[in-house]
């Protein structure tokens, strides 16, 4: 079994940093990419960022490119994002997500490739 529980959501000014974090249990050595997915109502699901779980790239959706950061830790097995300048337009509940595939550029962003998801944890970010 495999769990991810997401933290650090909460409400923050614009112009503000947040950071957020995933804590992934069971059977992290599956894991070939975790990645951040945000949701807002009415909305599908997009994707945020990812990393690779087992070294190598990452993965940014054009908005937040050089605003957002994702990293790991895998002696902690915790993906982490750390979100500055953010805007109202960031609001959103935050997931996390775990595959178990290889995957490319153009993959990674898709939620059909992510085999576990976190329950989310809610950002706003107030004006």
């Known amino acids: 079994q495999v769990q991810l529980v997401e933290s650090g959501g909460g409400l923050v000014q614009a112009g503000g940093p947040l950071r957020l974090a995933c804590a992934a249990s069971?059977?992290?050595?599956?894991?070939?990419?975790t990645a951040w997915f945000r949701q807002v109502p009415g909305k599908e699901r997009e994707f945020v960022a990812a990393?690779?779980?087992?070294?190598?790239?990452?993965w940014y959706e054009d908005s937040v490119k050089g605003r957002f950061t994702v990293s790991r830790d895998n002696a902690k097995n915790t993906m982490y994002l750390q979100m500055s300048r953010l805007r109202p337009d960031d609001t959103a509940v935050y997931y996390c997500a775990a595959s178990t595939w290889a995957v490319n550029s153009v993959a990674v962003r898709s939620v059909r490739q992510y085999d576990y998801w976190g329950q989310g944890t809610q950002v706003t970010v107030s004006s």
């Open positions: 069971g059977r992290t050595g599956s894991f070939y990419v």
């Open positions: 990393v690779s779980w087992v070294g190598g790239p990452s």
